[in-house]
């Protein structure tokens, strides 16, 4: 005996377009543009802070202090979940849970990066940067680890979602 197939409804463009969607929209984390100014008028930007901790600037006398990258890659036992879901969501045509899911990667990943920061990077400040912290003549600020001064760089470390 043969069953009759009944295609009630035909979801192929709309699985497609939210297949589509998934692999074409990137996290991603870190700071970006319309957020790089510091509030203090500062010469340089967050973002300019952030590649010159992440990479080290021997000119500058700033060692590496590998942040982005690897506060995201300590993120991954969270984050494949939550994509493995998103995947799902897209083989069932439902482009609002893709969203849903790519904004809490990018929370756990965010998350995961300020933790990081807030641990504290190696190497530490030197003695130096310690002692003009330490001294300053406007507001001195006693933040001891790196990237952890004023609040201003860590507080605008986010994510954005990019198709």
Same mark, same amino acid.
């Given at each position: 005996?043969?069953?009759?197939?009944?295609?009630?409804?035909?979801?192929?463009?709309?699985?497609?377009?939210?297949?589509?969607?998934?692999?074409?929209?990137?996290?991603?984390?870190?700071?970006?543009?319309?957020?790089?100014?510091?509030?203090?008028?500062?010469?340089?930007?967050?973002?300019?802070?952030?590649?010159?901790?992440?990479?080290?600037?021997?000119?500058?006398?700033?060692?590496?202090?590998?942040?982005?990258?690897?506060?995201? =890659?300590?993120? +991954? *036992?969270?984050?494949? !979940?939550?994509?493995?879901? @998103?995947? $799902?969501?897209?083989?069932?045509?439902? %482009?609002?849970?893709?969203?849903?899911?790519?904004?809490?990667?990018?929370?756990?990943?965010?998350?995961?990066?300020? =933790?990081?920061? +807030? *641990?504290?990077?190696? !190497?530490?400040?030197?003695? @130096?940067? $310690?002692?003009?912290?330490?001294?300053? %003549?406007?507001?001195?600020?006693?933040?001891?680890?790196?990237?952890?001064?004023?609040?201003?760089?860590?507080?605008?470390?986010?994510?954005?979602?990019?198709?």
């Amino acid at each position: 005996m043969s069953r009759a197939v009944v295609v009630k409804k035909d979801r192929t463009s709309a699985i497609l377009d939210a297949v589509r969607s998934l692999t074409k929209t990137d996290v991603m984390i870190g700071i970006p543009e319309s957020a790089a100014a510091r509030g203090d008028d500062a010469p340089i930007t967050n973002a300019v802070i952030g590649y010159l901790n992440e990479l080290g600037s021997p000119a500058q006398s700033i060692p590496p202090r590998p942040h982005l990258a690897p506060g995201v =890659a300590n993120a +991954t *036992a969270k984050v494949v !979940p939550q994509m493995r879901a @998103a995947a $799902l969501s897209a083989v069932e045509g439902d %482009k609002q849970e893709i969203e849903k899911r790519l904004n809490a990667v990018g929370l756990i990943a965010v998350s995961s990066v300020k =933790a990081m920061i +807030t *641990a504290g990077l190696s !190497p530490g400040l030197s003695t @130096a940067t $310690l002692y003009r912290r330490q001294h300053r %003549k406007v507001a001195p600020r006693m933040g001891m680890q790196p990237l952890v001064d004023t609040g201003d760089y860590l507080k605008h470390i986010t994510y954005v979602l990019r198709a």
